[in-house]
């Protein structure tokens, strides 16, 4: 075993570490600030559960890119949604971030995570697609059972991610679901 190459990704593991500090504007269900991280997990959780819903997908490419989408955040953090008009260098901010963040792994490995999050960020493929419907669900899903803050925009959710969440009848099905629970909420606000 090399152990320059070890210590590379050990390194490498501790930085990504700074991910579980990178709060969200979402609440979860006690109204602590949702990590970046544990959306990052959810979202794994949510492509697992509905593998059989899914299609002729690679499943494993789908989860590589779940884990890698949002990796680059742990350098400058989270721009909610709502914000994210304002920061139309976001997606390369994120990018230049992943590749400091990889910056000690060994090329190759360096290189699988940026082709990942380009496929990603791309939404070349079917599985990055999906990896894009199931990232704004997710996002709705946690806004609809967190304990948000009073001011919390609601009204946004009904139209965040259609461009993704519109593309199959299960994406769709998921997001009237989510969408009634979401105005709900608002009515309840109101």
């Known amino acids: 075993m090399n152990s320059e190459l070890l210590r590379g990704r050990l390194e490498f593991l501790r930085e990504a570490e700074k991910l579980k500090d990178v709060l969200r504007s979402a609440h979860t269900s006690s109204g602590r600030q949702e990590s970046t991280a544990e959306h990052s997990w959810r979202l794994c959780l949510m492509a697992l559960l509905f593998e059989d819903q899914l299609g002729d997908l690679d499943l494993l490419?789908?989860?590589?890119?779940?884990?890698?989408?949002?990796?680059?955040?742990?350098?400058?953090?989270?721009?909610?949604?709502?914000e994210q008009g304002a920061h139309p260098d976001k997606s390369q901010q994120e990018r230049e971030d992943l590749q400091f963040l990889a910056r000690t792994l060994d090329a190759p490995a360096r290189q699988r995570l940026l082709d990942l999050w380009d496929e990603y960020e791309g939404a070349v493929s079917t599985e990055a697609r999906t990896v894009k419907a199931l990232d704004k669900l997710e996002t709705l899903l946690q806004h609809t059972q967190g304990q948000n803050p009073a001011d919390f925009d609601y009204r946004f959710n009904l139209d965040y991610g259609r461009r993704y969440t519109s593309a199959t009848p299960l994406f769709q099905a998921l997001r009237e679901q989510i969408d009634a629970d979401t105005q709900r909420r608002l009515d309840a606000a109101e």
């Open 61 to 82: 490419q789908v989860l590589k890119m779940c884990i890698v989408h949002d990796l680059g955040e742990a350098i400058h953090g989270d721009i909610p949604a709502v």
